[in-house]
């Protein structure tokens, strides 16, 4: 391989879970609830002060960046309560320096309350809200630990973000309910204030045989046999699904209300990095923290095999600038098949998560995604659309305008209203002669 790292990237983010897998919901989809695994007859998860501190001194210093994003996670990261957060926030003015911080803190939104808003607005969170759509998609998967459904709370959540003026975007998982009603969650989601909208196709793989303790849902590379997960979105339902928001959106909402898949995909045609490391070329950089301080390669990776380091045992630009690690992020470019490197979609996919890659290709090499067919039904029908919008980019122009060239387009394919003209009357092309000399014989 032509790479090294030897060290840190100048820039890199650590999801951080400071409590663990714990949460009060338990939505039937969730990959993260069985990480108590790695953790036997442990029933209480926070990451204390004192690692708390290493952490925020250490992940601070060692970006070469001037601004410093903090993203935290869980589990339900609200369950420790807004004086662990305002604690958090002192350690982070301690260490800043003449850095900027920036906070997202992902939420289920139920255990929100006006102590909690007033705080997240006072110090600019940037909140990021589960939410599935509708009453009727979200609670179908989304119960709480007593099996009740949660989507009442959650709006109860949203009407505390709306009435402090919180700064909230939504995150919403598409499996093989929701996917099948793309407008209503999509309308659902512009309804409620969010302005900023991640669509996550949830695929999870099921062991068939495994021992007490260990994970059901496992990681591409695992040898035994395995199931996809019924709550699985289906590849060409979540391609259908993305292309039917984005036939409304390109229509009504571009420049009102932004999308992550289609911001993406924009920043691919263009030739910018995507900011989305599903969509980059390789990886690597995005890596999550245990609340023990336990680091791992992505967090879709928690496993013992993708485990990197502790904070309290080996500095964090070591772990980000391990060979391992740079080994990890640059396989998703070595190992991508045959069939996906002449793909002419390629540019805009680069095989997608590494996390999806386990099915064959149609030659029979291993590491296609899953969800391939679903990406290029989504690229290929938004091709038109995004080449328009990269020319209004290179030549200065608001990619917006696409709206009003659409119009256009479906104004011209509308059929035109049929002219009554009378046997008498002039001729409609303009000749000068009565209808029924000209073209009315």
Not at 144 to 173: A, C, I, R, Y
Not at 322 to 341: H, W
Not at 367 to 385: A, I, N
Request: proline share 6%; hydrophobic share 35%.
């Amino acid at each position: 391989m032509d790479f090294q790292f030897p060290v840190a990237p100048k820039a890199f983010n650590i999801m951080l879970k400071p409590v663990g897998p714990l949460c009060n919901l338990n939505c039937t989809y969730c990959y993260y609830l069985e990480k108590k695994n790695l953790f036997p007859g442990k029933t209480k998860y926070k990451l204390d002060e004192e690692l708390l501190e290493i952490y925020i001194r250490d992940y601070i210093a060692t970006q070469q960046v001037p601004v410093v994003s903090f993203v935290w996670q869980g589990g339900e990261p609200s369950i420790l309560g807004v004086d662990y957060y305002r604690r958090a926030v002192e350690l982070q003015k301690k260490y800043a320096g003449n850095k900027r911080i920036e906070n997202s803190f992902q939420t289920n939104g139920t255990y929100l309350t006006d102590e909690f808003c007033e705080f997240f607005r006072d110090n600019e969170f940037l909140i990021g809200l589960s939410i599935d759509g509708p009453e009727h998609l979200h609670d179908f998967y989304r119960k709480d630990n007593q099996g009740q459904p949660t989507w009442k709370k959650v709006m109860q959540g949203v009407e505390l973000l709306q009435k402090h003026k919180v700064e909230f975007n939504t995150l919403s998982v598409v499996n093989n309910k929701t996917a099948q009603e793309p407008l209503a969650v999509y309308n659902f989601l512009k309804q409620i204030g969010s302005t900023f909208l991640q669509f996550i196709p949830i695929v999870e793989r099921k062991a068939q045989n495994i021992a007490p303790g260990e994970q059901e849902l496992i990681f591409p590379a695992y040898q035994g046999e395995a199931q996809v997960t019924s709550w699985s979105v289906n590849p060409m339902d979540y391609g259908r699904f993305m292309a039917r928001i984005f036939d409304e959106w390109v229509r009504k909402d571009v420049g009102r209300y932004y999308v992550q898949l289609f911001d993406v995909t924009l920043a691919n045609w263009v030739g910018a990095m995507p900011g989305l490391c599903v969509f980059s070329e390789t990886c690597g950089t995005a890596a999550v923290m245990e609340h023990n301080g336990d680091v791992f390669s992505c967090d879709h990776y928690v496993y013992d095999e993708y485990f990197i380091g502790n904070i309290r045992e080996t500095p964090i630009a070591e772990m980000m600038g391990s060979v391992r690690q740079a080994i990890f992020g640059q396989d998703k470019k070595d190992k991508l098949p045959a069939y996906c490197r002449s793909c002419p979609v390629r540019f805009a996919c680069h095989g997608d998560c590494p996390k999806h890659r386990f099915i064959k290709t149609p030659q029979g090499e291993p590491g296609l995604s899953y969800l391939c067919e679903g990406y290029k039904l989504f690229f290929e029908h938004v091709r038109p659309y995004m080449d328009f919008m990269a020319k209004e980019l290179k030549a200065q122009r608001a990619p917006a305008n696409v709206m009003e060239w659409v119009r256009r387009k479906d104004t011209a394919k509308q059929p035109k209203a049929q002219i009554k003209v009378g046997r008498n009357d002039p001729c409609p092309c303009g000749s000068g002669k009565k209808y029924k000399q000209c073209h009315g014989k």
